[in-house]
């Protein structure tokens, strides 16, 4: 799961930083931490910023700080309610994706950005949530 | 599931970390082992980017894509031509003087235009593989042909970022070719601009051609005179207003660019 996450995310952060401003390794972060709710995500949050503010010529530090910022509320938020849930990973990725894009100074369509990179997330959501099911079968067959 | 408290832990932890890491970059501190690792990346952003640009390209056929090339140049051609018109020897001597600049262009591709739809929508910044070491600093303008395309906002040692003139926190003086009026471009970000604080009393057309007026400061920075920003689209006059605004429409497709030239000093 560790390596497919981090296939994803490089594959995320060069897609971001050459020709989308769909915040790609933020959605791909989120979907991550709802279905795996692990620290080292946390570390690959703060990895990625860092190298996505590198490679987009801001200054380092943004991102990571946002992504991690974000983690956590959503780790304090589970343990009041069920986040591994459609509606909620729609609603985060609305809700992040709308601040990191307003954090970067974009102010133009960013609430259809925000709304499509939040169908994006859920896609996202759905494909790690059936990785992770194939997974399970797979190492209880064995 | 992780402990709450080793949750936190990690939290601070990180966020110190990020803290660090914007202090060290906003003091210059990272910039000899942020430079070659840009430059180790630039390959890979070159090769998507390429990619995407023929993915979002194939349906316009390389005839159409020549129709559009001539059509930039006769514009470029028919400015030209009627400055010369318009001016006299003063001006032509103008556009000689421009012209022997011409030997410090730098030419550049574009390695990255990040858009929210990629191909479709209008980028906000572009990334060039030129940086320092091509003789590239912050603040040189980047055309393409005659036309302006945006200003150098950040250099590394082999690589920079350019802000698009179409970018919200653009703004700079232009006037217009054939009315002279003055004005200011703004940036409305999406591939829009608008020309703000034009008088009233100035004559703004529908069709007429919007060029820089020029704001060299002095260490050589900035906008050369008469570089083309686009064409008035429409005029919006009250006469209640303070100024008139007029729609620009840039003549550069930038969602298509793979080349530019930076104007270097």
Known sequence: MKLFSIVLLSLALVLESSVTTIPLVFLSLVSLMVIKKENWIFLYGFLFGALLDLFSFRTLGISSAFFVTFLFLILLYQRKFEIATNYFVLGACFIGSFSFLLLLGFNNLIIVESLVSALIGLLLFIMFKRFVELDLVSSKNL | ?265
């Open chain 2, 1 to 265: 599931m992780p402990k709450r408290s080793s949750i936190t832990y990690f939290f601070v932890i990180l966020i110190l970390a990020s803290l660090i890491l914007f202090i060290l970059s906003k003091t210059g501190i990272l910039n000899p082992i942020t430079s070659p690792l840009r430059a180790l990346f630039s390959p890979i952003e070159s090769i998507v980017h390429g990619g995407m640009l023929q993915i979002t390209g194939w349906d316009e056929s390389s005839k159409i894509k020549l129709l559009k090339q001539e059509n930039q140049s006769l514009v470029g051609r028919l400015i030209d031509q009627q400055k010369i018109v318009a001016d006299n020897k003063a001006l032509s001597d103008q556009f000689q003087a421009q012209n022997s600049r011409s030997s410090s262009l730098i030419p550049a591709n574009i390695i990255g235009s990040p858009g929210f739809l990629p191909g479709i929508s209008v980028p906000e910044v572009l990334t060039l593989d030129k940086g320092n070491k091509d003789g590239i600093k912050e603040g040189d303008a980047v055309v393409y042909k005659n036309n302006l395309i945006g200003k150098i906002s950040n250099v590394s040692d082999f690589s920079s970022s350019v802000v698009l003139i179409t970018n919200s926190s653009s703004l700079f003086t232009v006037k217009t070719l054939n009315t002279q009026g003055l004005g200011v471009i703004k940036g409305q970000g999406g591939g829009e601009m608008i020309l703000d604080n034009v008088l009233l009393s100035d004559i703004l057309e529908k069709g007429d051609f919007v060029l820089t007026k020029g704001d060299i400061n002095a260490s050589g920075q900035g906008f050369l005179p008469n570089l083309v920003v686009g064409e008035i689209t429409s005029v919006s006059k009250n006469p209640s207003d303070l100024f008139q605004k007029a729609a620009i429409q840039s003549l550069v497709d930038f969602t298509k660019l793979d080349k530019v030239f930076v104007i270097g000093n």
